[in-house]
Structures are given as structure tokens and as C-alpha cells.
């Protein structure tokens, strides 16, 4: 997939907009000029970042994904239209969610010099979110509807640390690598899983594991 291609499908199976195109651009610009000044994401993979940040982290809200109809139901439940972003980054797939939806995102980075870039560019951008600059650990923080998590912990602790921000109807929605059939066989030895693994649009090896979990009794 090329970069034009990527493009392609955010305009034509997304609707973005050219006014949110603008946008991500502009926080392109950004990413781009913050890399001078500190590591946020692998300078290989900029000239792919519409392939591999960009649609990588957009196709979370695909109808095939993460259905228009489940998205309108957690968004009327008691958390509201709150999305939870663990290890945000360089802002992916957090920014991109806040860029493209109506969903009110948080942005969980625990690093400080991270944490003020992604506030620079929500300021930048006017976006529905905020940061909260803190280890998941120690985040006192209310439950969610979605939690998504991109390169953050491997299965087990991932779903250990997001316990406190979920209830049994929040959504999950994780990219992961090749290893997800694997770490999902682990996580059932403890949780109660009703996830399935679907397939990357940006990446035929990798899976986006995606539903809801509960811990064992």
C-alpha cells in the first residue's frame, strides 16, 4: 500500500473530510519538526506515516471494526462518549480518534516531553481531548467506554493496568503484531474474553484484537 493509498481510503471508505485532512497535516508538520527535538516515533517510518501511523490508527473506527451501531450505544451509555487512549505517544491512535470522531479522548502518557507535545496539538487543533501526563499505575481517573492501546504492553498487563478505567460493556480495541492469537490464549487463563482478532488493513500480519473483557472472579 502506498502513501496515495492510504489517502485514498481515508477520503473515499472513511469520509474524512479535506478540512480533517488539513488537519492531519498539520499535525504531521508537527510530529515531523518534534522529531528534531526528541524520539516519537521510528524515523524509517516517516516517509510511510499514512500507512503506518496514519490509516494504521483510523481503521480502529471502520464500520467492520468497531460498528456504527455498538459506537452509538457506549456512547448513550452511563461512561458517555469517552474513549481511553493508553500510551499515547506520539499521539496514535489517540489524536487520529480525535480527529476523526466525536469522541471525547483521553490521552494516557506517562513520559512528560511526550505529554506536552500532544497538548501542543490538541491546543494547535482545537481538539475534543485531553492529556493526562501519568503511569497507568498511579491514574485516578473514572471508567470508559473504549480503551485502545497501540505498542503499549504486551496482553496481560495491558488489560492489568486498563481493570481500573473498564466496566463489562467497555469496548477494547488493540492493534496488535503477529503474536495476537497467542497473547489472547494467554489473557484467558484469567479474563473472561468475548474478543475476536481481525485482520489489519495496514498490515497482513498483524491483528486488531477487539470486545470486552472481565477479570475471573
Not at 494516557?108 to 491546543?123: N, T, W
Amino acid at each position: 500500500m502506498t502513501e496515495d493509498d492510504a489517502r485514498a481510503i481515508l477520503s473515499e471508505e472513511f469520509n474524512v473530510s479535506r478540512e480533517t485532512i488539513e488537519k492531519i497535516n498539520i499535525y504531521i508538520e508537527m510530529l515531523k519538526q518534534e522529531m528534531q527535538n526528541q524520539n516519537l516515533i521510528s524515523a524509517a517510518s516517516l516517509g510511510f506515516i499514512w500507512v503506518r501511523h496514519i490509516l494504521d490508527s483510523a481503521q480502529l473506527l471502520h464500520p467492520e471494526i468497531f460498528s456504527a451501531e455498538k459506537a452509538k450505544g457506549l456512547q448513550t451509555s452511563a461512561t458517555g462518549a469517552s474513549w481511553l487512549d493508553m500510551g499515547s505517544g506520539a499521539g496514535f491512535p489517540g489524536i487520529i480518534i480525535a480527529l476523526m470522531s466525536n469522541w471525547n479522548v483521553t490521552l494516557l502518557e506517562s513520559r512528560s516531553r511526550r505529554a506536552g507535545f500532544l497538548q501542543s496539538v490538541i491546543d494547535a487543533l482545537d481538539l475534543d481531548a485531553i492529556v493526562a501526563c501519568s503511569r497507568a499505575e498511579t491514574y485516578d481517573s473514572h471508567k470508559f467506554s473504549v480503551i485502545s492501546a497501540r505498542a503499549f504492553a504486551p496482553l496481560p498487563k495491558l488489560l492489568r493496568l486498563a481493570a481500573p478505567f473498564s466496566t463489562r460493556k467497555t469496548q477494547y480495541l488493540l492493534p496488535k503484531g503477529r503474536n495476537a492469537e497467542n497473547e489472547l490464549l494467554e489473557v484467558r487463563k484469567k479474563w473472561s474474553t468475548k474478543i475476536k482478532i481481525i485482520p489489519s488493513m495496514t498490515d497482513s500480519e498483524a491483528g486488531i484484537l477487539v470486545g470486552t473483557v472481565k477479570q475471573h472472579d
